[in-house]
């Protein structure tokens, strides 16, 4: 969704949202995903399954507009789709508890290193299809793969 939403921004299209765009997701930075995997291998007793999300709530509407606002486009809003995943709020508490892992990036400040990459380098493209794929980066950011 995040990189859809950039490449018509980029393009100067509009951003578009099915519905009202109140649905929310729970976005979590790669870094904070990376330090549960560190957590959960050091563990003695991993013990369950776990749940690795922000508890941070992002509504669509508001990451549009962060990247309209970011980027001088509009939103164009669409009839809601049937079949739209709705909202569901997820725990880690579960991680919390037993790695002692939370999430430390907030949403915004994880958006904004995400926007300032993506327009920086040239990792974003387009299949024939239309959809958007990250590429790996550049050779000289071999740092990143």
Avoid: C
């Avoid at 957590?39 to 549009?64: C, K």
């Avoid at 995400?114 to 980066?137: H, N």
């Amino acid at each position: 969704m995040i990189p859809a939403f950039l490449l018509k921004a980029l393009r100067k299209e509009p951003i578009q949202i099915n519905g009202s765009g109140q649905q929310f997701r729970q976005f979590t930075h790669v870094s904070d995903i990376a330090n549960a995997f560190l957590l959960a291998l050091q563990a003695e007793n991993p013990g369950p399954v776990y749940n690795i999300v922000s508890p941070e709530r992002t509504t669509i509407r508001s990451l549009a507009e962060t990247i309209a606002d970011e980027l001088h486009v509009e939103i164009a809003y669409r009839e809601s789709r049937t079949g739209d995943p709705p909202s569901v709020e997820v725990t880690s508490q579960l991680a919390a508890d037993g790695l002692g892992w939370t999430a430390k990036v907030p949403f915004g400040q994880g958006l904004r290193e995400f926007i300032a990459e993506y327009t920086r380098t040239p990792m974003a493209s387009e299949t024939g299809s239309g959809q958007p794929t990250i590429r790996a980066p550049p050779p000289e950011r071999a740092d990143l793969q």
